[in-house]
């Protein structure tokens, strides 16, 4: 089972910028994305990118601002978000997907997710 840890969370006022890690203990070749889940709210998916050719796809509320990107060489992705909004305040979590050529948005198409790190965003 391949653990994921994620870092890079914490408080920003609105309009900054963070960006946030996820490092596999193992290669991956499957897609990996992000989600977050605000209290009392599902989770949403934010972002997800196919390991090999770096296809990407974004949520509607988060393209343009919000970039996914991963390094092959570490087994790590990355989420840079900028102008960030108090509504993106939620803990974000990073999955690996269950598919090689396929990106999905149904957190049950992942089988693996890191222990999650709080954004606060401020007004």
């Known amino acids: 089972q391949v653990q994921l840890v994620e870092s890079g969370g914490g408080f920003m006022q609105a309009g900054g910028s963070l960006r946030l890690s996820c490092s596999a203990s193992?290669?991956?070749?499957?897609?990996m994305g992000w989600f977050r889940q605000a209290p009392g709210k599902e989770r949403e998916f934010v972002a997800a990118?196919?390991?090999?050719?770096?296809?990407?796809d974004y949520a509607s509320s988060v393209k343009g601002r919000f970039t996914i990107s991963r390094d092959v060489v570490k087994n790590t992705i990355y989420l840079q978000m900028n102008n960030l909004k108090p509504e993106d305040t939620a803990v974000y979590y990073c999955?690996?997907?269950?598919?090689?050529?396929?990106?999905?948005?149904?957190?049950?198409?992942?089988?693996?997710w890191g222990q999650g790190t709080q954004v606060t965003v401020s007004s």
């Open positions: 990118i196919r390991w090999t050719g770096g296809i990407t």
């Open positions: 999955g690996r997907g269950r598919y090689i050529s396929t990106l999905t948005r149904t957190p049950d198409d992942f089988d693996s």
């Open positions: 193992e290669r991956t070749f499957t897609s």
